[in-house]
Nanobody, 122 residues
């Protein structure tokens, strides 16, 4: 099992940046793919970015390509999401999720954090 805790959210003006962190506890963090998802009020939770267990492969939703960067430090059991050029439509609760085999299907992820709020003002 793995436990996930997100941090780094906050209130930022449009065009600003944040770095979100997903800290994991538990065994064998490096054997999990990690995804970042977000959920805006009244909307479904959507995939933002994924990083593979060995850090080689990344995936981004079209809406964030070129603005968000996912990375991980397996020695620190942490995954990061650098979010730049933020827009009001990026406002959401951001969640990280872990699974050994899941990739871009939300329901396949077995472990979830509690989320961190990102609010972008115009």
């Amino acid at each position: 099992q793995v436990q996930l805790v997100e941090s780094g959210g906050g209130l930022v003006q449009a065009g600003g940046s944040l770095r979100l962190s997903c800290a994991a506890s538990g065994r064998a963090f490096s054997t999990y793919n990690i995804g970042w998802f977000r959920q805006a009020p009244g909307k479904e939770r959507e995939l933002v970015a994924i990083i593979s267990k060995n850090t080689v492969i990344t995936y981004y939703a079209n809406s964030v390509k070129g603005r968000f960067t996912i990375s991980r430090d397996n020695a620190k059991n942490t995954v990061y999401l650098q979010v730049n050029s933020l827009k009001p439509e990026d406002t959401a609760v951001y969640y990280c999720a872990a699974d050994r085999t899941a990739w871009n299907t939300r329901s396949d992820y077995n472990y979830w954090g509690q989320g961190t709020q990102v609010t972008v003002s115009s």
